[in-house]
């Protein structure tokens, strides 16, 4: 039996069991929320999809019973406030806080063998506040930030050079949010470089609009995106659960690789069912370099918002 449970039943944690259940992932999906019967409608509308996308993934709910989530084997924590139009992921540091310091708590009591992968923003702070309070192995302990990252890049490479985005490979890295570090020289279309594909000032602005696409979205829906989050936090759930060994980009603790240290940052790291089983490092030259650390400076800064915060 597989277990995953999904803490937080909005719009991303609910797409993410959708996404899990529609691909038989696990055996068992829990949803959790704390709004009273939310988790509990979600899951049931979810369940009674079942017999039309013919899958046999059993959803469920709760308000707040983390013993239904025990034996867990990943916990995708998505719970926190969404940004709203104007807000920056910063500003949502102090509640999100103690939510995923709460949730993690609760999770790692009744699934103290579980993988855990971070949603909630501001992401790098957030994943770091888990690790802190999981008190347990970073390899098992890591946000979903740089495969949403890396989705939409490819999408606006797709739509622009018309072709399929599933030929196209990528990799960021750094921070979520603006100081994301897009890393053009790693970005190939069936093995083709994009750079000649496609001009540089059309590759500069496809970068730009990468590093906005969450805020694009806010702006547009009033509200974070919730598709491509949740997509992307269930395809590292099946990558663990499936031991696909899958290079992907993901929020990791970093312990001297890159010439960073004690510090969550997007790196491409090797995704199987022990988790992070490898961090890769990869060869940048200096300018790539310098928007690395400037990327970290900024997270380092939040970090230490949280830090101040949790020693007083």
Known sequence: MTKVSVIGAGNVGATCADVLAQREVANQVVLVDIKENFAEGKALDIWQTAPVNMYDTRVTGTTGD????????????????????????????ATNAKIVDSVTKQVIQHSPDAIIIVVSNPLDVMTYCAYLNANIDSSRVFGMAGVLDTARYRAFLAEELNVSPKDIQAILMGGHGDTMVPLPRYTTISGIPVTELISEEKLTAIVNRTKSGGGEIVNLLGTSAWYA??????????????????????????????????IYLGVPVKLGRKGIEQIIQLKLNAAETELLNSSANSVREVMGVLDTMMAS
Do not use: F, H
């Not at 867990?72 to 500003?91: A, E, H, N, Q, Y």
């Not at 031991?243 to 001297?256: E, F, H, M, S, T």
């Open 229 to 262: 989050p949740g997509a992307s936090a269930a395809s590292m759930v099946e990558a663990i659960l499936k031991d696909q060994k899958r290079i992907v980009p993901a929020c990791a603790w970093l312990q001297g690789e890159y010439g960073l240290k004690d």
């Open 66 to 93: 983390y013993s239904k989530t025990a034996n867990s084997d990943v916990v995708v924590i998505t719970s926190g406030l969404p940004r709203k139009p104007g807000m920056s992921r910063d500003d949502l540091i």
